[in-house]
């Protein structure tokens, strides 16, 4: 009997083990992809026999509405869906050639055109046609430190005003259409030429964080 009950003893003890790493396999954070993991792939299982109901903790979805922090959570996934759409529809034209005036994929870009593209589908976004007019009266200023992707970037090019425009898309990224003879590219704000010529930045997606968090 010994050895069964060296058997015994040992299930015991790694049955314990094996629920932890379970339980914090879990409740790892999600990377930032754009996306959130659906409910039923977190969803403990849980057992019918009349043990395992005494002991059996709340479903994800219940956890979920009583955590204050994984309905911030879950609420900026649903804010960054905006933001990731204004970055698509920018990505999603890269390499086409710039045109003055222009403000579509079949006609070309222009900085201010490509932005206007970019933020089409946002119905809470109407921005003016120049890069002058979108820094002066439009959005919430931001500093460098706090940039989000989706922010603008605002440039002073051979000029004491604001005269060019791009947009962020995070680790000091940005992407624009520079300049004729050109096409629409990404860039880099470590780069000292744009690091000089840098005025401002400004958020202008809504703040649809807060409005989630606080039901």
Request: aromatic fraction near 8%; glycine fraction near 6%.
């Amino acid at each position: 009997m010994r050895p069964l009950f060296k058997t015994w003893l040992t299930i015991c003890l790694l049955m314990p083990l094996a629920a932890h790493a379970t339980n914090r396999e879990q409740h790892l954070p999600s990377g930032f992809t754009g996306y959130t993991a659906k409910s039923s792939a977190s969803a403990p299982y849980v057992a019918t026999n009349s043990k395992t109901k005494a002991v059996s903790r709340p479903t994800a979805s219940k956890a979920h509405r009583k955590a204050p922090g994984k309905i911030a959570t879950a609420s900026l996934a649903a804010a960054n869906k905006q933001s990731s759409a204004v970055l698509s529809r920018a990505v999603n034209v890269l390499g086409t050639p710039y045109r003055w005036g222009g403000s579509s994929p079949s006609k070309g870009f222009d900085c201010s055109g490509l932005v206007k593209y970019a933020f089409n589908d946002v119905k809470a976004v109407n921005l003016p046609r120049s890069s002058s007019e979108m820094a002066s009266g439009h959005g919430q200023k931001v500093e460098r430190k706090d940039l989000k992707p989706g922010d603008l970037l605002f440039f002073n090019i051979k000029s004491r005003t604001v005269n060019h425009v791009a947009i962020y898309l995070g680790n000091d990224r940005f992407i624009h259409a520079p300049r004729r003879g050109k096409s629409v590219t990404i860039d880099t704000l470590k780069k000292p030429y744009w690091q000089s010529h840098y005025v401002v930045a400004k958020r202008v997606l809504p703040k649809e964080t807060l409005r989630v968090a606080q039901r």
